[in-house]
């Protein structure tokens, strides 16, 4: 009789039932037990908490180059050092310095009136006086990209798609892509100004949500801004009577020169491996209206408490816990490009990494890029994970979160730690960015949750399969 031959299915069945092979990573049972103790000792620890209300207090808005950048970085040296982290330093990002200074907006004609609005991130100042033009009005971004040149030419260019609340915040890809593409394919057709519905989902504030562009090259910018969400409204409805619409933008901003911040970075060094590394982290940077708490505040005070619950442990990880605070994620993704290209060369000595930048709300979803024999130890950390009410999702890649995706883009192992977003875009980016929108208790899942995976990926036997140019197309790096 032939024996059935053993699929890759059935392999993974065997897998998932709790079988691994001698090749397979696997977490020793002593470390999920503590593991575990960590997960629960995280649900009544407040270090998370007693960190976001540091920074936004202390600091406040902090956006990338301005006087408050260095205040940030001189924050969190000082609390990686009162945590009690065992190495502490900073790692130079240069990018262009950006300035918001004064921003009004109005439709001119037919209707007159004020609007609410605010400038996009690299965006152009106006003339002096403003820039007065008639509006043309496209409903998506395909519109715009399919739209006749001449049609745009000498025109304020004005966008709107709507964002609905989504659980996994999916809709952002409209309203970002038209706040970053759209701007730059409105200037290449010809427009003097662009103005987008604001990338977020409280329908009924008049508050506009900014963020940042995709131009790339100053010379060929133009003056673009976010309206609120009721304002856009108004502004479609004025375009509806059919008759031409002027609107005059007054934006007093720019690009002021080169700045050189740094990626703040602090580590529980490990004990057998001190050269291996957990990667985790958030971005230490903001937007300037509100005061970043749940962007990004929250991810450094998930990342720092959940390093500092193991550094308490009786005893150092076997691997280090590497946590950083990034620079200037917000206009690009600067100090985690920054990060990725100094790294390059040791990406296999990132054992597994990923980034909290999605608010504070619980987390719900895991999704992993390791190597097929790191698999086991995955269920493993899923194991762990199910009492806080994550679910395992074998079918998507991990993609490391916003800045560490660049170092997942170079090969290494990733996890994604989908946070439940949908309140996120109502405030992301808006002056209610603040302390108030942080549930102390939904913060401390995301420690626990952060606590107990660093903790089994430092301790497992073997390693998730970090390599130059590994996941390569495993369509995690957007
Ligand atoms: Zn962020």
Redesign the pocket.
């Known amino acids: 009789m032939r024996r059935p031959a053993l699929t890759l299915l059935a392999a993974s069945l065997l897998l998932a039932g709790g079988l691994a092979s001698a090749a397979d990573t696997v977490v020793p049972a002593a470390a999920v037990k503590t593991a575990e103790q960590l997960r629960d000792k995280a649900l009544h620890d407040d270090t998370a908490w007693q960190v976001v209300k540091s920074l936004t207090t202390e600091v406040g808005p902090r956006m990338a180059g301005s006087p408050a950048d260095q205040r940030a970085r001189d924050w969190a040296v000082a609390k990686f050092k009162a945590l009690g982290f065992d190495k502490v330093y900073t790692e130079p990002v240069s990018y262009p310095l950006w300035e918001r200074r004064h921003e009004s907006g109005a439709i001119v004609a037919p209707f007159p009136q004020s609007l609410v609005l605010t400038a996009l991130g690299y965006s152009p100042g106006t003339p002096k006086g403003g820039l007065t033009a008639q509006v043309v009005s496209f409903d998506s971004l395909a519109a715009l990209k399919a739209a006749d040149p001449a049609t745009i030419k000498g025109r304020i260019v004005y966008v709107g798609p709507r964002m609905q609340r989504k659980k996994d915040g999916a809709d952002y890809a409209i309203g970002s892509g038209a706040r970053v593409a759209g701007p730059v394919i409105a200037a290449e057709k010809g427009a003097v100004g662009y103005l987008l519905r604001s990338a977020g989902t409280d329908a009924h504030q008049r508050i506009a949500h900014t963020g940042v562009t995709g131009f790339r090259d100053a010379a060929k910018a133009i003056p673009a801004a976010a309206l609120s969400n009721p304002d856009a409204d108004q502004l479609e409805r004025v375009l509806a009577y059919g008759k031409p619409v002027t609107v005059k933008l007054d934006l007093d901003c720019g690009i002021v020169g080169e700045y050189t911040g740094a990626n703040v970075i602090g580590e529980i060094t490990g004990r057998k491996h001190p050269d291996q590394f957990v990667a985790i982290g958030g971005?230490l940077d903001s937007w300037d209206p509100g005061t970043g708490a749940i962007?990004?505040g929250a991810g450094v005070a998930i990342a720092m408490a959940a390093a500092k619950l193991i550094h308490d442990l009786p005893q150092r990880p076997d691997r280090s816990i590497r946590v950083i605070a990034f620079a200037n994620?917000?206009m690009g993704l600067w100090g985690g490009r920054a990060y990725a290209e100094k790294h390059a060369n040791e990406v296999a000595k990132f054992q597994l990494g990923t980034e909290s930048?999605l608010g504070a709300d619980k987390v719900y979803r895991m999704s992993a890029s390791v190597k097929p024999q790191a698999r086991h130890a995955i269920e493993q950390i899923a194991g762990v994970l199910k009492p806080l009410g994550v679910a395992y999702d074998a079918r998507r890649p991990g993609g490391g979160g916003?800045d560490l995706s660049q170092m997942h883009a170079r090969g290494m192992a990733a996890l994604t730690l989908d946070q439940d977003a949908t309140r996120y875009f109502d405030w992301h980016h808006t002056p209610n960015d603040t302390l108030d929108k942080i549930d102390p208790d939904q913060l401390a899942q995301n420690v626990a949750v952060y606590a107990a995976f660093s903790y089994m990926a430092a301790q497992a036997d073997g390693d998730f399969g970090s390599a130059p140019g590994a996941f390569a197309g495993d369509g995690a790096e957007d």
Do not use: L, W, Y
């Open positions: 971005h962007d990004d994620e917000e930048d916003s």
